[in-house]
Nanobody
Framework: QVHLVESGGGLVQAGGSLRLSCAAS????????MGWFRQAPGKEREFVAA????????YYVDSVKGRFTISRDNAKNTVFLQMNSLKPEDTAVYYC??????????????????WGQGTQVTVSS
C-alpha cells in the first residue's frame, strides 16, 4: 500500500529556511517522478517543484527558482524540499505527490496519483 508522509513544516521568519521531508512507503521513489505542491488559504493547489526519475532533472515554479531545491535520498526512500530565503507568500500547506508513469506535464496535478496529508509552512514578516 502506497503512503506518503510529509514532515518538517513550521513557523519561520521571512528570510529563514525549512527542510520538508516526504517519506514514502509501498513503492520506490527512485523509479517514480515526484513532486511538491502547495495550497494557500482560499487558493488552488499549485505546483512547486518536481524531480524526474529517469535523469533526475528538476523543475520549479518561477516564484521559487533559486530558493527551493528538491532532492531525493534513495536509501531512505525519501524526497526533500529545501526552502531558503522564505517569504510570507510561501505560506501554505505543502504536499508531496507521486507522478503517474507515462507522459504528462509535471505541473499538472491530475498526473499525480498518490498524495501525502500535507505539512503547514507559515512564514512571518
Amino acid at each position: 500500500q502506497v503512503h506518503l508522509v510529509e514532515s518538517g513544516g513550521g513557523l519561520v521568519q521571512a528570510g529563514g529556511s525549512l527542510r520538508l521531508s516526504c517519506a514514502a512507503s509501498g513503492f520506490t521513489v527512485s523509479i517514480y517522478s515526484m513532486g511538491w505542491f502547495r495550497q494557500a488559504p482560499g487558493k488552488e493547489r499549485e505546483f512547486v517543484a518536481a524531480k524526474w526519475w529517469s535523469d533526475s532533472s528538476t523543475y520549479y515554479v518561477d516564484s521559487v527558482k533559486g530558493r527551493f531545491t528538491i532532492s531525493r535520498d534513495n536509501a531512505k526512500n525519501t524526497v526533500f524540499l529545501q526552502m531558503n530565503s522564505l517569504k510570507p507568500e510561501d505560506t501554505a500547506v505543502y504536499y508531496c505527490a507521486r507522478k503517474m508513469k507515462g507522459s504528462g506535464a509535471y505541473e499538472d496535478l491530475k498526473r499525480y496519483d498518490y498524495w501525502g496529508q500535507g505539512t503547514q509552512v507559515t512564514v512571518s514578516s
